[in-house]
């Protein structure tokens, strides 16, 4: 056992992950005395790239988050997120949770240190990683700002990547949706799929279909991503007779899924949906334990901005302030 | 009927609001393609103060916003919001929406200026004011940051009431919370109430008075506001034999509740709840007519922060470019 269970310390509240809605979180937390305690987690990669800060860790320019009219680097936007939650007194620790254990009251945490962490509430805002092909080039391409993405909503509309050839991969809904709002911007979208059919929507696939810069690669998968500073070109392999090819882009968007963070989750008896995702109360970010609560993407697979994370953040530290004045813990 | 209605053009989007829900709404859909026209809406004052922008005119410095460790003025923030909005080509009207007939399609909604606007889809982002007593005094310190507020959640944490006397006006749940929050901050807590027993609820009764700070004024109404900069005294007038008295405080809040502005939604077949704000689809910023969605304070009376109606605004433009999309109208 470590020092901190030992000194018997019960923490208000516990924020896991450092995301938008993980520091929003602390951000409200902190101002309403609650001196939260975020763990932000360790920075780690393959299959997907998870760090402290989040997915906008993996950003360049954000043009959409509000309040920024010239745009903000993803990074400097992460680092205020964090300036400001310190700021108002929440403690940082470095380090992941690895189970959780709600049976017991207060909550039980167990940490990569080794630590175990008491707390009368949890916020959990662990987000969720989006699934990459996992080739060198790609992972290193979309850490520097390269090119290659894996949100077309928060990057496609970039002046980098206007009239210009863009492809995207995967085969469904999300990746029809992307698809077809790069068409608006980009001089050519490709959408590159290992089968010669969809697992999309017949209507989604029309809605792209319809615009006269889309067409489908089929039977293809991605084997290579070229490209020094930017990409410059993606190497195929098809599926049906092995042949290579190279298809020249400015741009590669990867649409193959999200994975929410919520391993740790395992056996504590939180409920999660059948994707995976941390299953919320009507409009709250109640989860089915009282005290434990949920933001972001690790709770939403439909919007995943960092605005609504953020929102979400906000409404998770004020659900926790009210259940803890009410449970006289605060 | 106006020029606008005459040529037939149809908007693809209207946002009717200039809150941070409004103006999210806006970034999210001008980058979309969607060309928003913003309906910004007229300043008004009494009973209400409504401005565009929204509350947070009425705030001097926002210090939870993420994004900004320093804070931001309120005002500025809009403006930025704004901004970024317009940088992406939404278009914005200074007129208020005036009715709706969301029975024909497209939409047809009338303005203040008398024209007849046509449009597939709206966002309602139109906010929430505070309810104030009505006093001279108390709006031109309200308006000018001068220790009159109606949000203690946006405000209390502010160094301006820090170990200082601050008054709630209210006897709801909300200002027993909002008076709770409060005494963490300041050096007393009065709560100012007409009556002799609260409306509130007994746990949020007790969770107040069993703080060392708090103390309720029963019988009394805020007749006037003292303070020429800022806020020095308020004046109140025994109700039951109408004796007045002064009583130094550094702060006032208000707490006797918000109104959500629909009365322009009034014969639009929109569903509200009882308290009067938009009914929405669960976790999302879908109303009971297609098509018609809402984001912001409007929809939400249990957070109302500015981060929770962007979010909300960034939700209600995706929701509307899917709802656009699949209708094949974008």
């Not at 409200?28 to 975020?38: G, I, N, Q, S, T």
């Not at 992941?96 to 167990?110: G, Q």
């Not at 901005?305 to 009210?322: H, K, P, Y």
Request: aromatic share 6%.
């Amino acid at each position: 056992m470590s020092e901190q269970a030992d000194t018997g310390q019960v923490h208000k509240l516990v924020v896991i992950g450092s995301g938008p809605a993980g520091w929003t979180a602390a951000i409200y937390a902190a101002r309403a005395a609650l001196e939260p305690v975020c763990y932000v987690g360790v920075p780690k990669q393959n299959p997907s790239i998870v760090l402290p800060g989040g997915q906008l860790m993996l950003t360049t320019e954000v043009e959409n988050y509000p309040g920024f009219p010239e745009g903000v680097k993803g990074p400097d936007m992460m680092a205020d997120f964090e300036k400001q939650a310190l700021r108002f007194g929440t403690k940082k620790v470095g380090e992941d949770i690895e189970s959780c254990d709600f049976s017991k009251r207060p909550f039980e945490l167990k940490t990569s240190g080794g630590d175990v962490v008491r707390a009368h509430s949890v916020i959990i805002a662990t987000g969720a990683t989006a699934n990459w092909l996992g080739q060198d080039n790609e992972m290193r391409l979309a850490m520097s700002g390269g090119g290659v993405s894996a949100c077309a909503v928060c990057d496609g509309a970039l002046p980098m990547f206007r009239d210009k050839p863009l492809a995207v991969v995967g085969g469904g809904d999300t990746a029809m949706e992307e698809a077809t709002y790069l068409t608006k911007f980009a001089s050519k979208v490709y959408v590159i799929h290992r089968r010669d059919e969809l697992r999309a929507s017949k209507t989604m696939q029309e809605r792209f279909l319809s615009q006269p810069n889309a067409e489908m690669v089929w039977n293809s998968t991605v084997v290579d991503v070229h490209g020094d500073e930017k990409i410059e070109a993606v190497e195929l392999e098809n599926t049906q007779n092995g042949e290579r090819s190279k298809l020249p882009v400015t741009g590669l968007f990867i649409a193959i899924g999200h994975t929410p963070a919520t391993k740790f989750l395992e056996g504590s008896g939180i409920k999660v949906h059948d994707n995976g995702y941390v299953a919320l109360d009507t409009r709250s970010s109640k989860t089915n334990i009282e005290g434990v609560f949920a933001a972001g993407d690790v709770a939403d697979h439909e919007y995943r901005q960092a605005v609504t994370a953020a929102g979400m953040g906000c409404q998770a530290a004020l659900d926790a302030e009210r259940w803890l004045g009410a449970n006289r813990l605060h």
